[in-house]
């Protein structure tokens, strides 16, 4: 007897998609978002109500984000070193995410 629900191939190719067309939008909501921090300078963000330190773990966190899957995962960019691309973002991911 089984539990749970079945896995067949079009379970499998349907995720497989969700997960690729995911990663497509990713990388196109994290190129709008970093183009929007770059053309916008520290002071503006600071009048939204960050501070100083907010703001650079912001930038630092999208530009992270935007090395790994725009300028890596569409293989513009090689990465020279390791590097943990998550040192920053887990400041961003909230509570009980890390």
């Not at 912001?58 to 300028?71: N, T």
């Amino acid at each position: 007897m089984s539990v749970g629900l079945p896995v067949t191939k079009q379970e499998v190719d349907a995720r497989a998609g969700d997960i690729a067309r995911a990663f497509q939008r990713l990388a196109g909501d994290v190129t709008t978002l970093k183009g929007y921090l770059d053309g916008t300078d520290e002071a503006a963000l600071i009048a939204l109500g960050y501070d100083a330190s907010e703001v650079a773990v912001m930038k630092s966190a999208i530009s992270d984000l935007e090395q790994l899957v725009v300028q890596i995962g569409y293989g513009l960019q090689a990465l020279p070193a390791p590097k943990d691309f998550t040192a920053f973002l887990r400041q961003l991911w909230g509570v009980g995410a890390y």
